[in-house]
């Protein structure tokens, strides 16, 4: 209490589980009171985690059963306790969620909401992994304790035409300790898309979650709890290049995934751009925004055009119209603008069905632009110098077709290509038609 009023504690107890604490207590003024109790979880409390993410989403959509939680910022705790207070006669009720206190050595005391989680956890080290050829691959899986002394078996569990290792032991003895473990995964040989499930057994039961953590200063620590799962992708690849320069623009994954198919990847900085014998890559590609956010570019454009002429390839992806560090990002005019294709699923027209890029050294289809994830590409452009051949037409519902996703231009002895088409999100996802794509974007010139 921190008045001079008789204020009395009649009663104390937790909701969920039901535990009453003794009550019936008069609160001397600024003297705290606290009770200790030992209380253990009911096996069925539901983990923690946000309404809206209880269900599986299905492209962008997410489901809620209870309509009454919907425009709720998170779901109330579910650990609740009920204080009843008398003052001066007056009954007042008050219920507060359970809180833990920590001390954080930056900012001092701090609270947070009881979290429930598995008392283990698995974790995939990737979302997706793409199998270019039938060969096997190691897929690391890692194990997180929430309890001490933790032991048990993890396993992996995938469709009938995929294999995989066998399970493998796992022992935890401090609470918070992981480990990690190597599976072998065998593909088939034809295109396929799987999902491989993690399983931990501990203590006769089954546990299959992966535990995110988002903590950022202005909003309350979140759990989140995934089915632990790995998308995998066998997509039938014919490559015959094997060194690439990356020009790293705002960000993105795709070094990574094109590591991931077999191509060497030299991340070229400033100086490399100024300094490196750039005739040793077999192509070289410009990552999004490139001409927003690297102004050494305008000076640097002029060695990639050189690139360009005595046979590389040069592939440039999305860049805006605000901001460019050059307007001359091609050997010939460009313009940059907002056109775009937002529906990922929107019919795309072939200009030229025998254009090499359509057919070396992978024969695409309008197949390869089935399971686009959301949008077909962006900031096309509108204009463009008579040397470009514009070679996919597309549009949204109810608009006119736009010519600008993929523009080809042969230039001295070498292409140059440019792009609005989303790589930067199909790629990331596992889409096997824009990695056979992109493929023949890299394997463009002779």
């Known amino acids: 209490a921190r008045c001079d009023y008789q204020i009395n504690l009649e009663k104390a107890e937790m909701l969920q589980p039901s535990v009453e604490f003794t009550a019936q207590t008069v609160l001397s003024k600024n003297t705290p009171y606290t009770q200790q109790r030992h209380i253990t979880i009911p096996e069925n409390m539901p983990y923690s985690q946000p309404y809206w993410l209880a269900e599986i989403p299905q492209a962008g959509v997410y489901t809620v059963e209870d309509q009454a939680l919907i425009g709720q910022p998170q779901l109330p705790s579910w650990l609740q306790m009920r204080f009843v207070f008398t003052i001066d006669g007056t009954e007042i009720p008050y219920t507060k969620p359970v809180q833990y206190k920590w001390l954080d050595q930056r900012d001092g005391e701090k609270f947070g909401d009881v979290v429930v989680v598995p008392p283990v956890t698995v974790q995939f080290d990737e979302k997706v992994h793409v199998f270019s050829t039938a060969d096997p691959a190691e897929i690391r899986v890692t194990v997180k304790s929430n309890v001490a002394q933790a032991t048990g078996e993890v396993k992996l569990v995938a469709p009938a035409k995929w294999q ?112 490196t014998d750039l005739s040793q890559f077999d192509a070289i590609i410009a990552g999004v925004r490139v001409y927003n956010t690297r102004p050494e570019l305008k000076q640097k454009n002029t060695r990639l055009m050189d690139y360009v002429k005595n046979g590389g390839t040069y592939v440039v992806q999305y860049n805006t119209s605000y901001a460019l560090v050059t307007e001359a990002i091609g050997p010939y005019p460009i313009t940059l603008s907002h056109d775009r294709i937002t529906l990922e ?71 140059f290509i440019y792009t609005g088409l989303s790589f930067f999100r199909e790629l990331p996802a596992g889409v096997p038609g824009a990695y056979r794509l992109f493929v023949n974007l890299i394997e463009a010139a002779k």
């Open 164 to 275: 995989v290792s066998s399970g493998q032991k796992f022992d935890l003895a401090a609470k918070y300790a992981e480990q990690s473990f190597l599976f072998t995964v065998q593909p088939p040989h034809a295109a396929d898309i799987a999902t491989i499930s993690a399983i931990a057994f501990f203590q006769g039961q089954q546990y299959n979650r992966t535990q995110i953590t988002i903590d950022y200063e202005h909003i309350p620590v979140q759990t989140v709890l995934q089915a632990a799962e790995l998308k995998n992708v066998r997509v039938p690849l014919e490559r015959r290049k094997k060194l690439l320069g990356y020009i790293a623009g705002a960000g993105d994954e795709i070094p990574a995934n094109l590591r991931s198919i077999g191509y060497e990847v030299t991340m070229l900085s400033e100086t490399d751009l100024e300094k």
């Open 345 to 415: 699923d929107a019919p795309m027209a072939f200009l030229d069905k025998e254009h090499p890029v359509f057919n070396r050294p992978n024969k695409i289809t309008s197949e390869d632009f089935s399971g686009w994830v959301q949008e077909r590409g962006l900031y096309f452009p509108n204009k463009w110098d008579t040397h470009y051949q514009p070679l996919l037409a597309g549009n949204d519902p109810g608009e006119a077709p736009t010519k600008g996703s993929l523009l080809y231009s042969a230039y001295g002895k070498g292409v």
